[in-house]
């Protein structure tokens, strides 16, 4: 007698009460009836000392009815077979399909949809001698289920063996076989850390994995609805899967892993260590056509041009676009020269992006921005533009100027134009820079060219088509005038700049920094003194010199950001804290910011910490989950990679019992994140 292993109580009095409201229900067929067909097929012959396979397979009577894989998951009970053998006559472990996950309620389970089959070995002692061909009896209990009831299911299963040397196999097999979860040639290691399971799959690197998921035939192991952490290391698939409540640390396991095809692996794991880092992959579904991320690229970087966080730096393109009222020669070579600077500068900060994460950096787009030492030049930097759009000083050849044309200074302004734009995602970005972290690096590199394609754009448009460069102002007087207008929103960038640096360092931080300020606009008014007297200034060279000096040995050893009340009771964000709020059947909003975000400040301001939000929101039970994503987070970074994006903004909505969140848009309006509270609270009966 063979048997699958015992499920637990919790699953057995699932199936118990699920079979009773089946019966109780009105409209529900008894029982009794069958509503997934189980035959038992031979493959061929049999004789004394060897084998051939057997199969059940398992055909619903419809598209809703589904069974289950042997650990069923959250609900539902596995099959179980008692039977009748001859004596010598043994039959091996079932071996299965990949399953898939289907998430009902809180209730993750692993179940089949459609026909499928499951295949053992039936084996002949030697010294077997049954009399001719024998009759393989035995009793199938399982479970059919669909999304609202479940019946338990008996078969009676029979089939002739024949014995001896056979020369005809079922056909069917071949199909059976090929669906089967595939042995792995060599072990898995597993090891516990925390409250996590830590698995080390071995795969070749070539083998293009997409989103993969693992199935754990130990019962009672892990969280099955918790998301899974995979991370590319080389030959090695590692997962991160967090455990159940009270699990007990096991001495061996097994399981499947499924990949982004369908394709199932069926491994064995066995304690051993683990290894950390590699590339994260993304696991929240398949990746569009390349062509289709392409134009989200460029039209990411097109639409970045009127983001509010590129706003400081369309001051550099508004003169550069006055001065495209040139010739025409000369408007080409300057739109060509300043897109080359845009696109090499998005280029290099991918290339820059890729590198460091292939050598396992946890980082995503705008990671130049969580360095501090970054944030401290681009301070100093935008208090020199400020000055110079003053009129404190000239920065010579620089497009910037107003001055003549010059094929360097508009590739420059490509440049510090990209450096500065680039770190928000909005629109049709977050698309196409998640998939950029996960494609192969040659097309990866070719999103970071069509996203900076994007932004160059209208710069390329009036170089090349006569009739939009006439219509622009003429060169004149208005240029200066509109020059010092421009410090203004240079100078709120600086404002902004040394507010996060403030952040990021307390007082101490923002103390040095306006010190830092006031000596290079001290420094840069001399220069500009000598600029205009024909004459050196190598003082005040110096003196901006000394003080890009200071600002490393000053600042000292930023901490963490501080937290700051806001108007929503908010929750730091991790894995765990998400899976424990969707347990719980509440509604969850979790949403990623970063102090350097322009558009997560804005959208914070607009629709996120507001009175009606916060009243919404503690009306539908939601909790909160709040990512600060300034400094450098691991967790943050692998989960926002999961969720293929690359950067923030990024706000989801878990509506209880969903299987995926609701992704918001990017930019949001005082009722994206109201409207959703306030459905979900009339769903509950929260409210009327």
């Known amino acids: 007698m063979i048997r699958a292993t015992l499920p637990s109580v919790r699953h057995v009095v699932?199936?118990?009460?699920?079979?009773?409201?089946?019966?109780?229900?009105?409209?529900?067929?008894?029982?009794?009836?069958?509503?997934?067909?189980?035959?038992?097929?031979?493959?061929?012959?049999?004789?004394?000392?060897?084998?051939?396979?057997?199969?059940?397979?398992f055909s619903p009577v419809s598209e809703e009815w589904h069974g289950y894989w042997s650990n069923p998951g959250d609900a539902g009970?596995?099959?179980?077979?008692?039977?009748?053998?001859?004596?010598?006559?043994?039959?091996?472990?079932?071996?299965?399909?990949?399953?898939?996950?289907?998430?009902?309620?809180?209730?993750?389970?692993?179940?089949?949809?459609?026909?499928?089959?499951?295949?053992a070995p039936l084996r002949m002692a030697q010294g077997a001698a049954p009399d001719g061909p024998f009759t393989l009896r035995g009793t199938a209990t399982y479970l059919a289920c669909t999304d609202a009831v479940c019946v338990p299911q008996e078969a009676q299963l029979r089939a002739v063996v024949a014995v001896g040397e056979g020369d005809r196999a079922d056909a069917r097999f071949a199909a059976f076989q090929s669906a089967l979860a595939a042995p792995l040639d060599r072990p898995a290691r597993f090891a516990v850390e925390g409250d996590r399971l830590r698995l080390a799959i071995p795969l070749p690197a070539t083998l293009d994995v997409g989103s993969p998921h693992v199935f754990i035939e130990n019962r009672e192991l892990v969280d099955y609805a918790a998301p899974q952490v995979f991370r590319r290391n080389g030959d090695m698939l590692t997962a991160a899967i967090p455990l159940a409540r009270d699990a007990q640390r096991p001495g061996r396991l097994a399981g499947i892993v499924r990949l982004g095809d369908g394709t199932g692996l069926s491994f064995e794991a066995a304690p051993g260590a683990v290894p950390t880092g590699g590339a994260p992959i993304r696991t929240g579904g398949e990746l569009p056509a390349w062509w289709v991320l392409i134009g989200a690229a460029l039209l990411g970087?097109?639409?970045?041009?009127?983001?509010?966080?590129?706003?400081?730096?369309l001051s550099l393109k508004a003169l550069s676009l006055a001065k495209a009222g040139g010739a025409e020669h000369t408007a080409r070579t300057d739109a060509l020269a300043y897109a080359g600077g845009v696109v090499?500068?998005?280029?290099?900060?991918?290339?820059?992006?890729?590198?460091?994460?292939?050598?396992?950096?946890?980082?995503?787009?705008?990671?130049?921005?969580?360095?501090?030492?970054?944030?401290?030049?681009?301070?100093?930097?935008?208090?020199?533009?400020?000055?110079?759009?003053?009129?404190?000083?000239?920065?010579?050849?620089?497009?910037?100027?107003?001055?003549?044309?010059?094929?360097?200074?508009?590739?420059?302004?490509?440049?510090?134009?990209?450096?500065?734009?680039?770190?928000?995602?909005?629109p049709f970005m977050a698309a196409a820079l998640g998939a950029a972290l996960v494609l192969p690096w040659p097309l990866a590199l070719g999103l970071f060219a069509a996203l900076g394609l994007g932004l160059a754009l209208p710069f390329l448009l009036i170089g090349f088509v006569p009739a939009l460069r006439t219509r622009l102002p003429k060169p004149g007087q208005?240029?200066?005038?509109?020059?010092?207008?421009?410090?203004?929103?240079?100078?709120?960038?600086?404002?902004?700049?040394?507010?996060?640096?403030?952040?990021?360092?307390?007082?101490?931080?923002?103390?040095?920094?306006v010190g830092l300020a006031l000596i290079?606009?001290?420094?840069?008014?001399?220069?500009?003194?000598?600029?205009?007297?024909?004459?050196?200034?190598?003082?005040?060279?110096?003196?901006?010199?000394?003080?890009?000096?200071?600002?490393?040995?000053?600042?000292?050893?930023?901490?963490?950001?501080?937290?700051?009340?806001?108007?929503?009771?908010?929750?730091?964000?991790?894995?765990?804290?998400?899976?424990?709020?969707?347990?719980?059947?509440?509604?969850?909003?979790?949403y990623f910011t970063a102090d350097w975000c322009v558009t997560c400040k804005v959208n914070e301001g607009v629709a996120i910490e507001t009175e009606g939000t916060a009243r919404a929101l503690e009306q539908a039970g939601a909790v909160v989950l709040r990512g600060d994503w300034t400094r450098r987070d691991p967790a943050i970074t692998a989960f926002l990679t999961q969720q293929g994006v690359a950067g923030v903004p990024l706000y989801l909505w878990y509506a209880p019992g969903a299987a995926r969140p609701e992704r918001l848009r990017q930019v949001l309006t005082p009722r994206s994140i109201r409207d959703l509270a306030t459905a979900s609270a009339r769903q509950d009966g929260r409210i009327r």
Do not use: K
């Not at 008692?82 to 009902?104: C, K, Q």
């Open 520 to 590: 290079v606009t001290g420094a840069l008014i001399r220069i500009g003194e000598a600029q205009r007297q024909s004459r050196r200034a190598l003082l005040p060279g110096l003196a901006l010199v000394a003080a890009a000096g200071l600002a490393f040995l000053l600042f000292p050893e930023p901490q963490a950001p501080n937290g700051e009340a806001g108007v929503l009771d908010t929750q730091p964000f991790s894995e765990a804290a998400l899976a424990e709020a969707r347990a719980a059947n509440r509604p969850v909003f979790v």
């Open 478 to 513: 208005w240029m200066e005038t509109f020059r010092r207008w421009m410090a203004l929103p240079m100078g709120l960038t600086a404002l902004a700049l040394g507010w996060l640096l403030w952040r990021i360092g307390g007082l101490t931080w923002g103390t040095i920094s």
């Open 301 to 313: 970087g097109l639409v970045l041009n009127i983001m509010p966080c590129v706003f400081p730096i």
């Open 77 to 119: 009970l596995g099959m179980q077979v008692e039977w009748d053998l001859p004596a010598g006559v043994s039959i091996g472990a079932f071996r299965y399909p990949a399953p898939e996950r289907l998430l009902i309620g809180e209730l993750m389970n692993h179940v089949f949809e459609g026909d499928y089959a499951v295949v």
């Open 344 to 426: 090499i500068a998005c280029v290099a900060l991918g290339a820059v992006l890729l590198a460091l994460r292939a050598s396992g950096e946890a980082i995503g787009w705008a990671f130049q921005l969580q360095e501090p030492g970054v944030v401290v030049a681009l301070f100093l930097l935008a208090v020199a533009l400020t000055a110079n759009f003053l009129g404190a000083f000239e920065i010579p050849g620089m497009a910037i100027t107003g001055g003549g044309t010059s094929r360097r200074g508009s590739f420059a302004t490509g440049l510090l134009a990209a450096f500065v734009a680039t770190p928000c995602t909005g």
């Open 14 to 57: 699932g199936a118990l009460l699920a079979a009773l409201a089946a019966l109780l229900l009105p409209g529900v067929a008894s029982a009794q009836e069958t509503f997934i067909d189980a035959r038992l097929l031979v493959e061929g012959a049999v004789q004394p000392g060897g084998e051939t396979r057997i199969a059940i397979a």
